[in-house]
């Protein structure tokens, strides 16, 4: 198999690992890519980007209310 931040994967593919990516692990090495968006159009000073583990993504949310989701666009 394959480690990734301290976890064996074994060969094959990898839907979703516990940090979010998909992976292809082979013998000779393990090629991975982002499940996630990081998002860069936003107030910055009004808002705060937290990222959502369970959905693979980030969400921008106020920085008074983090209850309250704000639109942003993802790169």
Do not use: W
Not at 48 to 61: H, S
Not at 62 to 75: C, E, I
Request: proline share 5%.
């Amino acid at each position: 198999g394959c480690m990734l931040n301290g976890k064996l994967y074994p060969f094959g593919h990898i839907e979703r690992t516990e940090d979010c990516y998909t992976c292809t692990c082979s013998e000779s090495r393990m090629e991975c890519c982002s499940l996630f968006h990081t998002p860069v159009s936003y107030d910055k000073k009004k808002c705060k980007v937290v990222f959502n583990k369970r959905l693979c993504d980030y969400d921008v949310v106020h920085n008074k209310d983090p209850q309250r989701s704000v639109f942003a666009t993802p790169v």
